[in-house]
């Protein structure tokens, strides 16, 4: 096997030919936004067929390399076990033939989605006859910054591709190798379907310095970054970037249970929003009971999560309900434990709920749980997160339970895109106006 | 009459009180994108019957305060003469009393628009039952950065506030008085309507340093930036801003007479594409002919333009139809005239035309000429302009002409907002689900 820098070096000449002789980082960057930025101009004028040939490609590349991507990823994952990172780490970075299976099924799905381009979103017929659509384009270049799971690559790689975007991806150096297999294999598929294969690229070195000339925008040829990792790696980007990002930061999800909740459903939606599974975004991290089933629904509640394995942190009426549960200080309110750990609290009222949200939240995911519409439609409109649930797990926070088929992250921003972020928020839009010879009076 | 910092102290005050007390003029600004932020999240819970009421009771007050409105403008105008500024800057500047009325009508129109809040923009049913549905909801604070046109201080208010927004406007030096009582007024109608007056802020220094510090985003308190004014301005915002900018820096606008066009039509377009105003941005700059039409086209159109008093700067080809056609350089196809003049060429077809668009042109606005649908469909395709009409006046580049009623600008930016901003660019989105109990497996 080939030492390590040979092996860099090897592969990223496959992958674009940007490093054939070593360029400082600054010039090899510059030349990745440039090549993605041609790239994107050539991939906006693509079918969709091209594009769903080129993914399919891609997937049957990465089923054929298998064994290489698994060979890569063992390089990996011993520099990693010799780094002394923990097995949630090696985990999360292991390939597996099943595994490799699975990326490639994901990126078939992601080929078989329907064409986001093309799309008239609206139509304005004018007075004067003109008729005007605003009709969806692709975005442009989308750097995906990312760290331990090499799958990313994949998954972003053809959500970009998709949606007729370029992509320059990052992988931490801890998934460089595996990732670059990976990005090779995508790369063949592109060119399979006569497109460029520097539509997807994967910045071939691991200076972190490169990390910062992406979030800089690579001279305007960057138009979004989304990183995909922990919450180190969002606040970096999202505190250095000079182009838009899509991304959060923390996901601290509340379910409401209000006076007009059904015990049950109530019981069942809490579980499954913190225990289904603890580690996600959308997972519930803080449970808030009206005060006025306070009697009924707390106990119940808090001793179906403790006996589900869950430690429930609460206020003073929370913890009087059960010795097991210990005191929440402020700092729980904020917490997202991404663990089998829960605030809990007695809130006055739906209006005291609310508040509760928009203070402590991350205007992510929360649920109210509730027979009564009406409080259902307020808490609705009045609490400001992405995506407001009624009667409904909060980890429903997800693109392919939304009926996007993927998402490449969810977005707690406010701009372009907001929730899931799947094909259809990787688009731009441009308005076609259809004339007979008209002119402005 | 007061001097003019006693002036401006008094105004300070009614305009929000931040400078109540003489504040360094960074605690001043972060006070003003807090107090932004506060109202943004009082006015996103408001009934568009509110912001309504409010839009018009500053219509109202606008009016009633015709006279004090034209004096402090008076006040403008006599420091832009002391200080040597041309004519045509003293007419952006001037508020007479038609134009006061203007502005106030320009406020109710933008009241009585469609609330932008609350739509459904989407609704995807799941097979597991649950409902979700995309509804637009305000986008949260936008500075407005203008220059001497006082107007922007009411229009782009109004379209803030109809949206849900708050507005924190930085009026130019220069028509700081004019702005500082149009913003007095809008207050005012917020207030009798209920709705805090901070959702409209203007800053109340004339410090240039204010405008960086806004650029700056203000601590997480603005969230997009709209530049109104001159390329100076929109370069500077475009540089500088660490929070997203709906703007254009250039309108090289195109009108391309393709092979298949109508002689009468595209000289009937051309002609109000060009001459109808040559100082908007959506002017044409640059004419393509198609060399098979060359011989029986070019001739007219250059004529035509010269009669109407254009200036003719074309290729070999175009100055040989007309002695009066002057040399095009390389320059000449970068550049926006804003002015009776345009650059004239021949192109071999369709695709060179799309070619020149996209190596010289702005990504703003450009037309085909022609009775070829598939042409058409094609240069609307593969021309990547936020507007590319067919057989119609690029003039036509407009939030009014597209029926959004009015626009804060016009966008090229690929990111939320492209082309016309209105109002429904002015909000972002939120998703709803309706379950009755579901659990994700």
Same mark, same amino acid.
């Given at each position: 096997?080939?030492? &390590? =820098? @040979? +092996?860099?070096?090897?592969?990223?000449?496959?992958? #674009?030919? !940007? $490093?054939?002789?070593?360029?400082?980082?600054? /010039?090899?960057?510059?030349?990745?936004?440039?090549?993605?930025?041609?790239?994107?101009?050539?991939?906006?004028?693509?079918?969709?067929?091209?594009?769903?040939?080129?993914?399919?490609?891609?997937?049957?590349?990465?089923?054929?390399?298998?064994?290489?991507?698994?060979?890569?990823?063992?390089?990996?994952?011993?520099?990693?076990?010799?780094?002394?990172?923990?097995?949630?780490?090696?985990?999360?970075?292991?390939?597996?033939?099943?595994?490799?299976?699975?990326?490639?099924?994901?990126?078939?799905?992601?080929?078989?989605?329907?064409?986001?381009?093309?799309?008239?979103?609206?139509?304005?017929?004018?007075?004067?006859?003109?008729?005007?659509?605003?009709?969806?384009?692709?975005?442009?270049?989308?750097?995906?910054?990312?760290?331990?799971?090499?799958? &990313? =690559? @994949? +998954?972003?790689?053809?959500?970009?591709?998709?949606? #007729?975007? !370029? $992509?320059?991806?990052?992988?931490?150096?801890? /998934?460089?190798?595996?990732?670059?297999?990976?990005?090779?294999?995508?790369?063949?598929?592109?060119?399979?379907?006569?497109?460029?294969?520097?539509?997807?690229?994967?910045?071939?070195?691991?200076?972190?310095?490169?990390?910062?000339?992406?979030?800089?925008?690579?001279?305007?040829?960057?138009?979004?970054?989304?990183?995909?990792?922990?919450?180190?790696?969002?606040?970096?980007?999202?505190?250095?970037?000079?182009?838009?990002?899509?991304?959060?930061?923390?996901?601290?999800?509340?379910?409401?249970?209000?006076?007009?909740?059904?015990?049950?459903?109530?019981?069942?939606?809490?579980?499954?929003?913190?225990?289904?599974?603890?580690?996600?975004?959308?997972?519930?991290?803080?449970?808030?009971?009206?005060?006025?089933?306070?009697?009924?629904?707390?106990?119940?509640?808090?001793?179906?999560?403790?006996?589900?394995?869950?430690?429930?942190?609460?206020?003073?009426?929370?913890?009087?309900?059960?010795?097991?549960?210990?005191?929440?200080?402020?700092?729980?309110?904020?917490?997202?434990?991404?663990?089998?750990?829960?605030?809990?609290?007695?809130?006055?009222?739906?209006?005291?709920?609310?508040?509760?949200?928009?203070?402590?939240?991350?205007?992510?995911?929360?649920?109210?749980?509730?027979?009564?519409?009406?409080?259902?439609?307020?808490?609705?409109?009045?609490?400001?997160?992405?995506?407001?649930?009624?009667?409904?797990?909060?980890?429903?926070?997800?693109?392919?339970?939304?009926?996007?088929?993927?998402?490449?992250?969810?977005?707690?921003?406010?701009?372009?895109?907001?929730?899931?972020?799947?094909?259809?928020?990787?688009?731009?839009?441009?308005?076609?106006?259809?004339?007979?010879?008209?002119?402005?009076?």
């Amino acid at each position: 096997m080939a030492s &390590v =820098a @040979a +092996d860099v070096t090897d592969k990223s000449e496959v992958l #674009g030919g !940007a $490093a054939d002789a070593p360029l400082p980082l600054a /010039s090899l960057m510059a030349d990745i936004g440039r090549r993605a930025r041609k790239a994107a101009r050539a991939l906006a004028l693509t079918s969709d067929a091209a594009r769903t040939q080129a993914l399919n490609s891609a997937a049957s590349a990465i089923r054929e390399d298998a064994e290489g991507l698994i060979a890569a990823n063992a390089e990996d994952i011993a520099d990693a076990r010799a780094a002394g990172r923990g097995e949630a780490f090696i985990d999360r970075l292991q390939l597996t033939p099943a595994r490799v299976e699975a990326i490639a099924k994901a990126v078939e799905l992601v080929a078989g989605l329907p064409d986001p381009v093309g799309r008239v979103l609206a139509t304005f017929e004018r007075p004067n006859g003109l008729v005007i659509e605003r009709v969806s384009v692709p975005l442009g270049v989308i750097g995906v910054i990312f760290e331990s799971r090499p799958n &990313v =690559a @994949a +998954d972003a790689g053809s959500l970009c591709v998709k949606a #007729g975007n !370029a $992509a320059i991806l990052r992988a931490g150096s801890e /998934s460089f190798r595996s990732a670059q297999r990976l990005v090779a294999a995508v790369r063949s598929g592109l060119e399979n379907a006569g497109l460029p294969a520097d539509a997807v690229q994967l910045v071939p070195v691991r200076d972190r310095e490169a990390v910062g000339l992406l979030l800089g925008g690579l001279d305007g040829n960057v138009d979004v970054i989304v990183p995909r990792g922990g919450k180190g790696l969002v606040a970096r980007v999202q505190a250095e970037a000079r182009v838009p990002v899509f991304a959060h930061l923390d996901g601290i999800c509340h379910v409401f249970v209000h006076r007009d909740a059904d015990l049950d459903m109530a019981r069942k939606v809490l579980l499954n929003a913190k225990m289904r599974r603890t580690g996600i975004c959308g997972a519930a991290e803080t449970l808030l009971v009206d005060r006025a089933v306070a009697d009924t629904h707390l106990k119940p509640l808090v001793t179906a999560l403790i006996e589900a394995g869950c430690e429930v942190r609460g206020d003073a009426e929370t913890q009087a309900v059960d010795p097991r549960v210990k005191p929440a200080t402020e700092e729980d309110w904020r917490t997202e434990y991404e663990d089998a750990i829960i605030s809990a609290r007695v809130v006055d009222d739906l209006s005291q709920a609310i508040d509760h949200i928009e203070t402590y939240g991350s205007h992510h995911t929360e649920s109210i749980i509730t027979q009564d519409k009406e409080a259902a439609a307020r808490f609705q409109r009045e609490v400001d997160s992405a995506i407001v649930a009624h009667n409904a797990s909060t980890q429903f926070a997800d693109g392919g339970e939304f009926g996007f088929g993927a998402e490449i992250g969810i977005a707690t921003g406010r701009m372009h895109a907001r929730g899931p972020v799947g094909v259809e928020q990787l688009t731009s839009f441009k308005y076609r106006i259809h004339g007979n010879g008209q002119t402005r009076p």
